[in-house]
């Protein structure tokens, strides 16, 4: 099951811009290029920042597609309430029908990624519960990133991610709470062991993490302190949050 979920859903992109063309334009001689035209929806989030939700023109309308939209806005939404984002950037998302057309079209497969460069996420067309837990998930990567600042970690950036979301893989954050594997130091998480360790423990403790931070030392702190942390930082700047990552890691154990 776990498996199945697969990393595209919870990886950042980390692809340059021009390595991406959702929205090329074929032109007159040269082969067609996959689904090259969108259809837009324009939305505005709370504070009047727009959102546009893009799907294929080619991919008549399905008939959960308002259902769809809502559970994106609804999701985004999340990000502000959760983060206290007064003033988000404008955001694009793209509503694949699927995997194949996905990766296709930006090169990257999974159920969704972000890309905090250019301002924009995409999803698969799925059940309205599982795009809204896109949505916040991705979403989070880019609201997050240009509201407070680059993440100087993975584990605050995928963890503020898991953690808005309040689920990895299909389960609640209070469900993998109750049985988190744990198979790798924890301390490694903070750096580069990150990406290292096992996605099923690392994504969900991430989340935890956060969770713990933020009930330990509020979410003013978390933003200030434990976003921008390096691991080279990192113990200062829990302190200076008035924790530390044992308290907090003890805080995670179910
Ligand atoms: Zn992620």
């Known amino acids: 099951m776990l498996e199945a979920i697969g990393c595209g859903w919870f990886s950042k992109d980390e692809t340059p811009a021009e390595a991406t063309a959702p929205a090329s334009v074929s032109t007159p001689g040269s082969p067609p290029a996959p689904t090259t035209q969108w259809r837009s929806r324009s939305f505005l989030l709370r504070g009047g920042s727009p959102v546009e939700i893009r799907f294929p023109a080619d991919d008549s309308a399905a008939a959960d597609e308002g259902a769809v939209i809502d559970a994106i806005l609804v999701g985004l939404t999340a990000v502000l309430d959760t983060l206290s984002i007064d003033d988000p950037v404008p955001l694009t998302v793209y509503v694949h029908p699927d ?116 009930r330990t030392v509020g979410l003013a702190a978390v933003r200030e302190h434990l976003v921008p942390a390096t691991p080279e930082t990192w113990d200062a700047a829990l302190a200076a949050a008035g924790t530390s990552h044992a308290a907090l890691v003890a805080a995670v154990a179910p």
Do not use: C, N
């Open 99 to 214: 995997v194949r057309s996905q990766l296709r079209l930006t090169g990257k497969g999974g159920e969704g990624h972000a890309d905090v460069t250019r301002k924009e996420i995409h999803v698969l067309h799925a059940e309205p519960p599982v795009v809204e837990a896109m949505a916040s998930h991705e979403g989070t990567h880019v609201l997050a990133h240009h509201a407070l600042g680059p993440p100087g970690t993975t584990l605050m950036d995928e963890g503020l991610a898991v953690w808005v979301a309040d689920a990895y893989g299909g389960r609640s954050l209070s469900a993998w709470a109750l049985d988190l594997a744990q198979t790798v130091d924890r301390r490694t998480l903070v750096g580069p062991g990150f990406e290292e360790a096992p996605e099923s423990e690392a994504y969900p403790f991430a989340g935890l993490f956060v969770r713990a931070a933020v």
